[in-house]
């Protein structure tokens, strides 16, 4: 018996020995055997923004080392003159998810970091910018630090929550029920849109409107504007008067260009993809909301008076097309052409029919473009509409938190 305890023993202390060594020899190493320098812009470099025209700027920099050899992650800081980057103004990961030592940085957001550092519309100051280089649970800030001085444009660089309108050409008659504008971003893979875009889908008409930073007529902050001859955006109490066509357009502000632009939207439809026929033309009825009340569909089926040749299933997917300024375009889900996949993140795939366990999202709608592929955004009917009339509200709610369609049985 004692023989066996001294082998436990002995096989004990061999196995502590080794996973020993083995913790030694694996140990996880998270210091830097090197940190880089700052190469571009060099230090003091001067830089007047243009936000319309003005090319990307460059910022490079020497890779650093870690000690276990791993991945270093980048992120160039930005912060104002005289601090430390405890708390930037703003942060970007470098190109190739941070991986890389460059970032190349619009403009706008240069403005955006300018204005936060207490720089003014047309006036010049200074920020600063450095790098930080995450290796594993470690993060170091690069020694050195650069300084830009910018010089900034007219224009606002740092946006309200909303924008609003009002006045006889909107539908908004003073500012307590103006219209709201949301500011927007790019969400698809195509889209290009910058920071301070801020967008309506609302009535116009030929009147006078106000454009206001809130819509609470007491707030000590209320500043109005008005678009000058030039389609400029001025801050002023003078009311700008507008010429226009009745109708509902897409209006969008863009703060950070000091530009507003109307695009007239006509003819909605529901339409179902496979044979592109109509099965709901949508008229306006205030408040950013279209609706049909003309709905009806049979799912379409192998040698059905609707069906296309090809088809050899039951076929239900729709999507919207519309004109905007003359143009055809389209309006659909998040959704890839195999509904498999989202093509937004945040976004879950979805190809059944909703049934109330679609996620959350699933009729939410989005500005597809002209170009959009054959099935991209489709949808899918509910199986309870086969057959069914219906109506089907498209609601363009800038408060919500996306654009979004819905349907009741008549």
């Known amino acids: 018996m004692k023989k066996i305890f001294k082998l436990v023993g002995i096989l004990v202390l061999g196995l502590s020995t080794f996973l020993s060594c083995d913790e030694e020899d694996y140990k996880l190493e998270t210091e830097f055997s090197n940190l880089g320098e700052l190469l571009t812009p060099s230090s003091g470099e001067q830089l007047s923004i243009d936000i319309e025209n003005g090319s990307n700027v460059e910022f490079t920099w020497s890779e650093a080392t870690s000690v276990d050899g791993g991945l270093v992650i980048y992120e160039v800081l930005f912060d104002k003159e005289g601090g430390d980057f405890s708390d930037p103004i703003s942060s970007f990961l470098s190109k190739g998810n941070g991986g890389e030592t460059n970032l190349e940085l619009q403009q706008v957001y240069l403005n955006i970091a300018a204005s936060k550092g207490g720089i003014q519309q047309l006036e010049s100051g200074n920020i600063i910018w450095t790098v930080r280089a995450t290796s594993s649970f470690n993060q170091v800030l690069y020694d050195g630090k650069g300084v830009i001085n910018i010089t900034r444009p007219e224009g606002l660089a740092v946006f309200p929550d909303y924008m609003y309108i009002y006045g006889s050409a909107t539908e908004g008659a003073n500012v307590s029920n103006g219209v709201a504008f949301k ?228």
């Open 183 to 410: 500011q927007i971003s790019s969400r698809l893979p195509y889209d290009d849109i910058q920071p301070g875009v801020f967008e309506s889908i609302t009535k116009l008409k030929s009147g006078n409107f106000f454009i206001a930073n809130t819509n609470d007529a007491n707030a000590t902050d209320l500043t109005t504007y008005y678009v000058n001859s030039e389609g400029k955006i001025r801050q002023s109490d003078t009311p700008t008067s507008l010429t226009i066509q009745e109708g509902v357009y897409r209006i969008r502000m863009d703060l950070a260009k000091s530009t507003i632009s109307y695009e007239l939207v006509e003819n909605i439809e529901l339409y179902i993809v496979a044979n592109g026929i109509t099965k709901a033309t949508f008229q306006y009825v205030g408040n950013h909301t279209f609706e049909a009340t003309n709905g009806f569909f049979d799912f379409l089926t192998p040698g059905s008076p609707e069906a296309p040749s090809w088809l050899g299933w039951e076929e239900e997917r729709y999507k919207f097309k519309f004109m905007i300024d003359g143009n055809v375009s389209y309006i659909g889900s998040y959704h890839n052409d195999a509904l498999n996949g989202s093509l937004i993140p945040g976004f879950d795939g979805f190809g059944a029919r909703p049934n109330g366990n679609e996620p959350s999202g699933y009729f939410s709608v989005f500005f597809l473009g002209p170009d959009a592929g054959y099935w991209q955004g489709a949808y899918k009917f509910s199986d309870t509409y086969n057959g069914k009339a219906f109506t089907c509200r498209m609601v363009f709610d800038p408060k919500a938190a996306e654009y979004y369609h819905e349907f009741t049985l008549n």
